[in-house]
């Protein structure tokens, strides 16, 4: 009798029932309940961390961002559009989508949060980035921004990892493209990263932004702010 093909061993091994495990013994005391660590993370974070500068729904974002990057030194970076947040909350409420340059962001963005089921979108898998991306002189995180083409008009955008990404954005409005509702400009690194971000909170368009100057940012940070603004209930 021949063997069976592996992947037919696996997809067996994958539908058969599978006793629950025995929990390991508790050796340690820490705090395991979801909803207490959330609760006491955040009551921490502002117990500790200067908010005054910002508006309560700013705060909101600030002290989520806060817990992802375990670091309340964080809010002296933060910059905030007087309407970004007024801006993004509307737009997802209206269904906009959130538009991103990394399929980490695309993952950590919690659906349930999202107002209006809103499609969450990273075209950094394109096939036709490459092309693009070779045929521009530039990076695919940038080529995949075009790609969103009308899409991209009234959408949340969050850039979290390529200061190209958000470089290209800035000329694709310049030059009288589709003009997204705000700009999470997040993204991390030594080169291009601080300048981006820059030149977003000097963007001459008034497109409503959220950056974190310097060289600091990165998906987590992108994901936290995306989170916190899709819905107002901090422990949702």
Same mark, same amino acid.
């Given at each position: 009798?021949?063997?069976?093909?592996?992947?037919?061993?696996?997809?067996?091994?994958?539908?058969?029932?599978?006793?629950?495990?025995?929990?390991?013994?508790?050796?340690?005391?820490? &705090?395991?309940?979801?909803?207490?660590?959330?609760?006491?993370?955040?009551?921490?974070?502002?117990?500790?961390?200067?908010?005054?500068?910002?508006?309560?729904?700013?705060?909101?974002?600030?002290?989520?961002?806060?817990?992802?990057?375990?670091?309340?030194?964080?809010?002296?970076?933060?910059?905030?559009?007087?309407?970004?947040?007024?801006?993004?909350?509307?737009?997802?409420?209206?269904?906009?989508?959130?538009?991103?340059?990394?399929?980490?962001? &695309?993952?950590?963005?919690?659906?349930?949060?999202?107002?209006?089921?809103?499609?969450?979108?990273?075209?950094?898998?394109?096939?036709?980035?490459?092309?693009?991306?070779?045929?521009?002189?530039?990076?695919?995180?940038?080529?995949?921004?075009?790609?969103?083409?009308?899409?991209?008009?009234?959408?949340?955008?969050?850039?979290?990892?390529?200061?190209?990404?958000?470089?290209?954005?800035?000329?694709?409005?310049?030059?009288?493209?589709?003009?997204?509702?705000?700009?999470?400009?997040?993204?991390?690194?030594?080169?291009?990263?601080?300048?981006?971000?820059?030149?977003?909170?000097?963007?001459?368009?008034?497109?409503?932004?959220?950056?974190?100057?310097?060289?600091?940012?990165?998906?987590?940070?992108?994901?936290?702010?995306?989170?916190?603004?899709?819905?107002?209930?901090?422990?949702?």
């Amino acid at each position: 009798m021949p063997e069976p093909a592996v992947d037919s061993v696996f997809a067996d091994e994958a539908t058969a029932p599978v006793a629950a495990p025995a929990a390991p013994t508790r050796r340690y005391a820490y &705090a395991s309940d979801p909803q207490a660590i959330y609760r006491d993370s955040f009551a921490t974070i502002r117990a500790e961390t200067d908010l005054t500068r910002f508006t309560p729904e700013e705060s909101v974002v600030a002290v989520r961002m806060v817990h992802a990057a375990g670091d309340t030194g964080l809010v002296a970076d933060l910059d905030f559009h007087p309407r970004l947040v007024e801006a993004a909350r509307g737009a997802l409420r209206a269904g906009a989508p959130v538009l991103t340059d990394a399929q980490m962001i &695309a993952s950590g963005v919690t659906r349930r949060r999202l107002p209006a089921g809103n499609d969450v979108r990273c075209l950094l898998g394109d096939p036709r980035t490459t092309e693009l991306a070779r045929a521009w002189g530039t990076t695919r995180s940038a080529a995949a921004v075009s790609l969103w083409g009308d899409a991209l008009e009234g959408a949340v955008v969050a850039i979290g990892n390529a200061p190209t990404a958000l470089f290209h954005l800035l000329e694709i409005v310049a030059d009288g493209g589709p003009r997204p509702a705000a700009v999470l400009g997040i993204p991390v690194g030594f080169i291009g990263s601080a300048e981006s971000k820059e030149a977003l909170a000097a963007n001459p368009y008034d497109l409503p932004y959220l950056v974190v100057h310097g060289r600091r940012g990165g998906s987590a940070l992108c994901v936290a702010a995306v989170n916190a603004l899709a819905t107002e209930d901090e422990l949702a």
